[in-house]
C-alpha cells in the first residue's frame, strides 16, 4: 500500500469546506506513508507536496477563455490549463485522482472522459455542483432530477448570466456518460441525493464521513483558552463561525443576529458573542449584546484554542452537506446548535451532543441556545458524548483508512 500514489486536486488547501476536507485527507495519507501530493487554486501552506493547479501566464489565459465562455453560458465548460493537467509529473505519477469541489474556473469538467481513461477517479462530492445545471444548492428546486429545464434563479450560486442551465445539465451528461468515476459523499443527505441524479447512473456510490485531527481539536482548558484570547471567563461564550461574512445567506447570518437580539431584549446578560470569520469587523454592528471579533484563522492550532473557549456553536445554516465547523467544534467537546438540514444529523444527536432545531423555525433555535446555555451540571456530559462521537465516527484516522479501503479496491479492479 505504501507504492500508493494520490494526486488531490482542489480549490485550495486548507481554506473553506472543501479545502480543509482535501488537505486533511492528504496530510493524513503522508502521515500514514503514502505519497500525496496536492495541485490547487489558491495555496496557503509551506507543504512542498503542495502547488499550484496552473502556472500564472497559463492561469491568465484561463481567465480570458472564461469571459467568454461564461458570457455563452457555458460555465466552467472549457479551461485550456485543464487538457495540460493530463501532462502534469504528479498526474502522470499517480494511480488515483481525487477530485473536490471543481467549480471556481480552475478546472474543467470537459476534461473527465480523457482523464478517466488513464487514472482512476474519485470524487468526493463538496456541494450539489455536480448534480445540477449549475447551482452548488438547489434549496427546494428538484429539477436536477429531469433537466434543469427553465431554471428559475439564475443568480444562485455559481451564477450563470443566461439560461443555459439545461444545457449545462446535458453536458454533464455527455460528459459522464464517456467517464469511469467513483463519487464520494460525506453526508447521507448528499449521497441519496447522488443516488437520484441521472447524470450519476451507472457510477457507483460511497458515504465516507469527514475526517478532523483529533490530536490538534481537542479538549483544552476553558480557562486557559480564554486567557490566551482576552475573553472573559465569567460569561457564557455563543459562537458563530463562518468562512465570510460577506454575501453568504447560505450560511444562516440573520438566523443567529435574530437569535442574539432576542437573547438581550429577554433579559439575559449572562453571555457574550463571538463572531470569527473574514469580514468579520463589517458585520453584525446593530447587536446590542457584547461582540468579541477574530479575523479569518488558518492556522487549526489556534482554531482549537477558539472553540475551546466557547461555551457552544451555533451553525444556522439553510443549506449545508457536513459542516468541518460542527464537527471540530465536537471534537473539542463543544457543542453545537444547527437547523435539522442536509447533512447536520449525521454529526449531532438531537439533545445528546447537541440541538437539531427545526428548519429555519427561529423561535425552536433560540430554544437551543438557550438549552444549551442552561445546561450547568450536564455540559461536561454532554460534552463527553461530543467528543467521543468524533473519535467513534469522525476521525481523521477514520476517514484516511476508508480512502485507502477504497482506493485499494479501485485498484483491485484491474488485477
Not at 488537505?23 to 493524513?28: F, I, N, T, V
Not at 471543481?102 to 469538467?109: A, C, E, V
Not at 445554516?317 to 444529523?345: H, R, Y
Amino acid at each position: 500500500m505504501n507504492s500508493l500514489s494520490v494526486l488531490h486536486i482542489s480549490t485550495a488547501d486548507n481554506i473553506g469546506g472543501s479545502g480543509r476536507s482535501a488537505y486533511k485527507l492528504h496530510r493524513g495519507l503522508k502521515e500514514m506513508g503514502i505519497h500525496s501530493k496536492m495541485l490547487v487554486h489558491t495555496r496557503i501552506t509551506s507543504d512542498t507536496d503542495v502547488d499550484f493547479i496552473h502556472k500564472r501566464w497559463l492561469k491568465l489565459i484561463d481567465l480570458l477563455v472564461s469571459e467568454i465562455t461564461d458570457g455563452l453560458g457555458l460555465q466552467y465548460l472549457y479551461l485550456p490549463s485543464s487538457s495540460r493537467l493530463l501532462q502534469h509529473p504528479w498526474f502522470k505519477q499517480a494511480q488515483i485522482i481525487q477530485l473536490y469541489n471543481t467549480h471556481g474556473n480552475y478546472f474543467s469538467h470537459a476534461v473527465l472522459p480523457a482523464m478517466s481513461q488513464k487514472k482512476k477517479i474519485v470524487w468526493r462530492l463538496s456541494d450539489m455542483w455536480p448534480m445540477t445545471g449549475h447551482c452548488a444548492y438547489s434549496a427546494s428546486c428538484d429539477k436536477w432530477k429531469t433537466g434543469c429545464r427553465n431554471c428559475t434563479d439564475l443568480n444562485t450560486f455559481p451564477s450563470i448570466r443566461w439560461n443555459s442551465a439545461a444545457l449545462l445539465w446535458k453536458q454533464k451528461m455527455n460528459l459522464y456518460r464517456r467517464s469511469k468515476i467513483h463519487i464520494v459523499a460525506p453526508s447521507s443527505w448528499i449521497k441519496s441525493i447522488a443516488d437520484e441524479s441521472p447524470l450519476f447512473k451507472g457510477f457507483e456510490i460511497s458515504q465516507i464521513n469527514n475526517g478532523v485531527d483529533t490530536g490538534i481539536f481537542k479538549p483544552l482548558s476553558k480557562k486557559w483558552c480564554r486567557n490566551i484570547l482576552n475573553i472573559p471567563d465569567d460569561k457564557k461564550i455563543i459562537m458563530f463561525i463562518v468562512h465570510s461574512f460577506d454575501n453568504n445567506p447560505r450560511k444562516g447570518l440573520e438566523f443567529f443576529m435574530d437569535s442574539m437580539k432576542s437573547l438581550w431584549k429577554a433579559g439575559r446578560r449572562d453571555f457574550r458573542v463571538l463572531l470569527v470569520g473574514d469580514g468579520v469587523f463589517r458585520w453584525g454592528h446593530d447587536l446590542q449584546c457584547p461582540v468579541l471579533r477574530r479575523d479569518f484563522v488558518k492556522e487549526d492550532e489556534l482554531l482549537s484554542i477558539i472553540y475551546n473557549a466557547a461555551d457552544l456553536n451555533v451553525h444556522p445554516a439553510i443549506l449545508e452537506n457536513m459542516p468541518n465547523s460542527i464537527i471540530e467544534a465536537m471534537s473539542c467537546g463543544t457543542p453545537s446548535v444547527a437547523f435539522d438540514t442536509g447533512g447536520v444529523k449525521d454529526a449531532m444527536d438531537h439533545r445528546e451532543t447537541g440541538y437539531l432545531a427545526r428548519f429555519k423555525d427561529p423561535e425552536d433555535l433560540l430554544q437551543g441556545i438557550q438549552w444549551l446555555m442552561d445546561l450547568n451540571d450536564q455540559a461536561p456530559f454532554v460534552s463527553e458524548k461530543c467528543r467521543k462521537t468524533v473519535l467513534e465516527k469522525f476521525s481523521l484516522e477514520r476517514q484516511t483508512n476508508d480512502f485507502l479501503n477504497l482506493y485499494q479496491c479501485l485498484l483491485d479492479q484491474n488485477e
